[in-house]
């Protein structure tokens, strides 16, 4: 059997994970600065004031909203991904 030889470069994108109350799956978002994002939803889930807080990502998921006493916790994960030459 042939073997195909993949030529490109790695790639890294963070896709930031949240988990909300009454939902199985987290929602998979990507931004340019996922970091930022980030840490302003940490501050948010330890603040006792609830905001509807909307999102527009970069990505199959154009637009979200969710109430931040809906918001359990968030992640940063890394994601690899091949771009060919």
Do not use: H, W
């Not at 527009?56 to 091949?82: N, T």
């Amino acid at each position: 059997m042939a073997q195909q030889q993949m030529q490109g470069t790695i790639q890294i994108k963070m896709a930031l994970l949240v988990f909300c109350k009454d939902m199985s799956n987290p929602m998979v978002l990507y931004f340019d600065n996922a970091q930022k994002v980030y840490d302003d939803l940490k501050a948010l889930i330890n603040s006792t004031e609830v905001k509807m807080v909307e999102f527009e990502p970069l990505g199959p998921i154009k637009k979200a909203a969710v109430l931040s006493d809906r918001i359990v916790s968030v992640a940063l994960q890394e994601e690899r991904y091949l771009v060919q030459e």
